[in-house]
């Protein structure tokens, strides 16, 4: 059975920073790129950051900068530390990882950034 176990999240003020991490089993980490989508309510979920099997990252515009994905194969774990957070980041985070065809998402955690 494949999971995506995420944590992290929660309450931060703006300017604030947090870490979120997506713990897999039941696949083979290492081959599978990794990353991590946001969704507001009553918006589309966009692509935050990616990283390849072999490493290569990408962020959106908006998070260049400030938000920074890892990935520990060891750990079967990916990481994003966001940091200088936004109003306009508040959203649930969700990690995924794919490989061909295949496609495991984590069940999401809330970022709230608020004052």
């Known amino acids: 059975q494949v999971q995506l176990v995420q944590s992290g999240g929660g309450l931060v003020q703006p300017g604030g920073s947090l870490r979120l991490s997506c713990a897999a089993s039941?696949?083979?980490?290492?081959?599978?790129?990794a990353g991590w989508y946001r969704q507001v309510p009553g918006k589309q979920r966009e692509l935050v950051a990616v990283?390849?099997?072999?490493?290569?990252?990408n962020q959106r515009d908006s998070v260049k900068g400030r938000f920074t994905i890892s990935r520990d194969n060891a750990e079967k774990t990916v990481y994003l530390q966001l940091n200088n957070l936004q109003f306009e980041d508040t959203a649930v985070y969700y990690c995924y990882a794919a490989m061909g065809g295949l496609n495991y998402w984590g069940k999401g955690t809330l970022v709230t950034v608020s004052s």
């Open positions: 039941g696949i083979i980490f290492s081959m599978y790129d």
């Open positions: 990283i390849t099997s072999g490493g290569v990252t």
